[in-house]
């Protein structure tokens, strides 16, 4: 935020949105993201909600800012709060001068969690909504009403905001909110809050072509204009809305998306779809991943394209089912009984989420085995405003499928034929001709079942030199920052937004970062160990109590010594402010 | 004519039941002139999860209890292959078992052959859930947990040593399941002559209800009352116990034979993109 004469203009504004779960605290969200949308800012939105149907406290955190984030940010500059509690968990985040407009239908707002300067609005939201309006929910549109003035919006401006929110709605419902946003003015007008009378001002910029979407969403999406046509999954949060979007969407394209009755169903039932040649996908979360090891194991021996995706929440075991972690790292690069091939992403926003789960899907078939796409609960679920995604510019890749005519040419077939780049034609069912055998057993070329030692060997290298062969196209990192600075920072997932911006306030404090997001985690690519190499020390941040990357990193020949790990753990992601303080601390301590 | 591989020989142990079944499976294909390229066969782990090798067909080896969900997927990928999932009664009762109930549940068409010998044969003769059960016994009744789902109908149950019975049985299954009119479920008697050698107790105790006056395997009810009434009296239902016979073929589609080409969709994917939209 800057001043401007009296007015402090708003170019970067966290909001926070808070009461009981069904107090409807998103729906000012969105009034909220809409007014900010239609100003030109950039949006990041999360969910901060109890694991049950309803109720619990629910917040949802917005931040709006003209230059894109990546993360929330560290303070709350306006929290809407509908209970004593949002103001007892968002009050201690607000800024020194920040705004708090309370539901103060059952007391006023206990003061102790909040800073000297700000500045608080009570208002019975609650009783004026069923006591003028006659609906408690009408409570939504009064608070944005004495939140449009508080961010020096024009009323004309509100309402347009209103009614586009509103429009499919009936007619009656509408006029409504309208009332109640105009007696939102009217309170506002009687707290000294007339329009134009505030001291902020919201800035606003050119709104270039951009949509508002979560990973998960833009993932499934991918995989959809990748050809996947086969999804399998058993709901788990915080991957359960890659399970809905499908089973909405692919019915349209042709394709089959299914509730599994368990984890082993669902990674057995994407396995026979892909067996039969269609592009198939199972997500999940680390409990039902650790279902499904045998599944990976399998994909990697008997050589079947699948992609496996895993939205990590706070382990062990079932955790915290809500809150991000970074902990099945290990899991995911090194579980599965045996050796085998594998490869895994690690998208950092919607946009790398597009864009690997299309990589990931082409790549599954290409080297005919599994790929992982590792997000966590911030990646999965926070939805951030992103340039539209390039629909026309997928290409599909279909790998070493060989039709009928291919197999009359050659007149012979061995489905798992080695070959120099260790990936073998593949006839899928149906193909005249081509009839052959699929086993994770060990297995002769033929597919015939074989513990000869020779074979076995030339068919675990077989299956090794696939990954050479892939290597080279694997996707590279993201780098921002200071490229020269000898001080690295690196992290996956939620961390790729906090971390370029903790990079610019280091830079602002003298301690300039180079950063690296590495977008492969698995095999590590030379990129990631050379970032580290070239520099004196790297600190990686990741949200795991074991450091599992950096141990990770170290186990592929990354010296230790340069690399110090940045651990949270609490289910609370990192804020750009905070990590920028942590690593200055050790810097300086140095 | 492309070379693939040669069916194996079958690994089993000489008069092992299993040589009933796949020889029933070889004649249902050729009764019904399916050329090998249609056929997928998809096997468990166990003595009865060599059988894909064997034929000469499209071959999968499922995981440990997973042929089921397996089979599944294959099926709705591409209804127009003919699916054939098999294993034994470890596999389909035991660590299979959840699987079973789903697969009545969702009626997908495609053939189930469980081949029940009551023992362990490939890891060396423990019991399996069905050891003591087979005679009525305690133990556990595959076709009466199918019966008592509303979904299911196709359930037969033949024996190896009858081999007449079961080549009608598999041949009615693969058919009924190829119509697409749902799931066909075949359990086997097929004995263990290592482990668990039952062809003479099961020639005494079996029952084949088709040959029963005024039998009708419509008539779900009905089904149920000989079932467990032989069970009551230490003996085996055998032979089509229950056929929905007016069950219709359903429509389903096709992904294995969607355009996905980007550029054929591109209008479509415009569009839910545009919904996204600030």
């Given at each position: 935020m800057t001043a401007t004469g009296t007015k402090r203009v708003l170019t970067?504004?966290?909001?926070?949105?808070?009461?009981?779960?069904?107090?409807?605290?998103?729906?000012?969200?969105?009034?909220?993201?809409?007014?900010?949308?239609?100003?030109?800012?950039?949006?990041?939105?999360?969910?901060?909600?109890?694991?049950?149907?309803?109720?619990?406290?629910?917040?949802?955190?917005?931040?709006?800012?003209?230059?894109?984030?990546?993360?929330?940010?560290d303070r709350i500059d306006l929290l809407v709060a509908f209970d004593a509690e949002a103001v007892e968990k968002g009050g201690p985040r607000l800024s020194d001068d920040g705004v708090v407009i309370f539901d103060a239908s059952d007391g006023p707002a206990e003061r102790t969690h909040l800073p000297a300067g700000a500045r608080v609005f009570e208002i019975p939201f609650a009783r004026m909504a069923v006591r003028d309006l006659r609906r408690d929910l009408f409570k939504n549109s009064l608070a944005f009403g004495?939140?449009?003035?508080?961010?020096g919006v024009g009323d004309a401006e509100a309402e347009e905001v209103l009614a586009r929110r509103f429009s499919h709605l009936r007619p009656e419902v509408a006029a409504a909110n309208l009332e109640a946003l105009r007696e939102g003015f009217a309170y506002a007008d009687s707290q000294g809050l007339?329009?134009?009378?505030?001291?902020?001002?919201?800035?606003?910029?050119?709104?270039?072509?951009?949509?508002l979407i979560s990973g998960n969403e833009a993932l499934a999406f991918g995989f959809l204009v990748a050809g996947g046509r086969f999804y399998a999954g058993y709901p788990i949060t915080p991957a359960s809305e890659i399970l809905s979007w499908l089973e909405r969407q692919l019915p349209r394209f042709g394709g089959v998306a299914?509730?599994?009755?368990?984890?082993?169903?669902?990674?057995?039932?994407?396995?026979?779809?892909?067996?039969?040649?269609?592009?198939?996908?199972?997500?999940?979360?680390?409990?039902?991943?650790?279902?499904?090891?045998?599944?990976?194991?399998?994909?990697?021996?008997?050589?079947?394209?699948?992609?496996v995706v895993d939205c990590q929440r706070s382990g062990p075991s079932t955790g915290m089912p809500t809150k991000p972690e970074q902990s099945d790292i290990g899991m995911v690069v090194h579980g599965g009984n045996g050796d085998f091939p594998r490869?895994?992403?690690?998208?950092?926003?919607?946009?790398?989420?597009?864009?690997?789960?299309?990589?990931?899907?082409?790549?599954?078939?290409?080297?005919?085995?599994?790929v992982f796409l590792l997000l966590d609960q911030a990646v999965s679920q926070d939805s951030v405003t992103v340039p539209p995604f390039d629909v026309d510019?997928?290409?599909?890749?279909?790998?070493?499928?060989?039709?009928?005519?291919?197999?009359?040419?050659?007149?012979?077939?061995?489905?798992?034929?080695?070959?120099?780049?260790?990936?073998?034609?593949w006839a899928v069912p149906g193909t005249p001709g081509g009839m052959n055998l699929v086993t994770g057993n060990e297995r002769n070329e033929w597919g015939q079942v074989?513990?000869?030692?020779?074979?076995?060997?030339?068919?675990?290298?077989?299956?090794?030199?696939?990954?050479?062969?892939?290597?080279?196209?694997?996707?590279?990192?993201?780098?921002?920052?200071?490229?020269?600075?000898?001080?690295?920072?690196?992290?996956?997932?939620?961390?790729?937004?906090?971390?370029?911006?903790?990079?610019?306030?280091?830079?602002?404090?003298?301690?300039?970062?180079?950063?690296?997001?590495?977008?492969?985690?698995?095999?590590?690519?030379?990129?990631?160990?050379g970032f580290v190499e070239r520099r004196e020390r790297v600190y990686v941040v990741e949200h795991n109590a074991e450091a599992q990357l950096t141990h990770l990193l170290a186990s592929v020949g990354v010296p230790r010594d340069r690399l110090v790990p940045v651990l949270r753990y609490d289910g609370i992601p990192f804020r750009p402010g905070e990590l920028a303080g942590r690593i200055l601390e050790e810097e300086v301590g140095r | 004519m492309t070379v693939t591989y040669t069916p194996a020989r079958p690994i089993w142990c000489a008069g092992c039941g299993h040589f009933g079944v796949q020889g029933a499976m070889a004649h249902a294909f050729a009764a019904l002139d399916i050329p090998p390229h249609e056929i997928v066969v998809?096997?468990?782990?166990?003595?009865s999860g060599t059988v894909q090798n064997n034929l000469g067909t499209y071959g999968y080896h499922a995981l440990h209890g997973r042929v089921l969900p397996t089979a599944a997927g294959v099926h709705l990928a591409n209804p127009r292959l003919t699916v054939v999932a098999a294993g034994g009664d470890g596999d389909g009762y035991a660590i299979g078992m959840g699987h079973l109930v789903h697969a009545f549940r969702r009626d997908l068409p495609f053939v189930y052959v469980v081949m029940n010998n009551g023992v362990y044969g490939l890891t060396k003769g423990q019991d399996s859930p069905t050891r003591h059960g087979l005679s009525g016994i305690g133990g556990f009744d595959a076709i009466d947990l199918g019966l008592s789902i509303p979904a299911s109908g196709f359930l037969a149950r033949g024996f190896s040593r009858h081999p007449d019975q079961l080549r009608r049985l598999m041949t009615d299954a693969v058919r009924y399941a190829r119509e697409g009119r749902g799931f066909a479920f075949v359990e086997v008697l097929s004995p263990c002559v290592t482990y668990n050698d039952t062809y003479a107790s099961w020639e005494h105790l079996v029952e084949d209800v088709d040959t029963r006056q005024g039998y009708d395997p419509s008539d779900r009810a009905a089904a149920f009352a000989v079932t467990t009434g032989l069970a009551a009296e230490g003996r085996i239902a055998t032979g089509q116990i229950l056929l929905d016979a007016d069950r219709l073929p359903r429509e389903e589609t096709v992904p294995a034979a969607v355009d996905v080409d980007p550029a054929a969709n591109a209008a479509a994917y415009r569009d839910l993109l545009d919904r996204y939209r600030v």
């Open positions: 970067d504004l966290d909001v926070m949105v808070a009461g009981q779960g069904g107090d409807g605290s998103l729906t000012v969200a969105n009034l909220l993201g809409i007014l900010l949308g239609r100003r030109g800012f950039h949006l990041y939105v999360a969910r901060d909600v109890a694991s049950r149907i309803k109720g619990g406290h629910a917040a949802a955190l917005m931040r709006g800012s003209l230059v894109p984030r990546g993360s929330l940010g004495v939140a449009a003035r508080m961010l007339g329009e134009g009378a505030s001291p902020w001002r919201l800035d606003s910029a050119q709104a270039d072509d951009r949509i299914l509730q599994a009755e368990d984890e082993l169903a669902a990674i057995n039932l994407a396995i026979g779809a892909a067996l039969a040649g269609v592009r198939a996908m199972t997500a999940t979360s680390g409990p039902g991943l650790a279902l499904m090891q045998e599944g990976i194991s399998q994909l990697g021996s008997a050589e079947i394209p699948v992609v490869i895994v992403l690690a998208p950092g926003d919607p946009t790398d989420c597009f864009e690997l789960a299309v990589e990931a899907t082409n790549l599954a078939h290409l080297f005919q085995g599994p510019g997928v290409e599909i890749e279909g790998g070493k499928v060989v039709s009928a005519a291919d197999l009359a040419a050659q007149g012979e077939y061995r489905r798992y034929a080695i070959t120099d780049d260790g990936i073998s034609p074989s513990t000869e030692p020779a074979n076995r060997v030339a068919m675990m290298d077989k299956r090794m030199r696939k990954l050479d062969t892939v290597r080279p196209r694997l996707p590279g990192g993201r780098r921002f920052g200071t490229d020269d600075a000898p001080v690295g920072i690196l992290g996956i997932g939620m961390q790729l937004g906090v971390m370029t911006e903790a990079a610019e306030l280091l830079a602002a404090a003298g301690v300039p970062v180079a950063g690296l997001q590495p977008r492969t985690l698995w095999p590590v690519l030379d990129e990631t160990v | 998809l096997a468990g782990i166990g003595c």
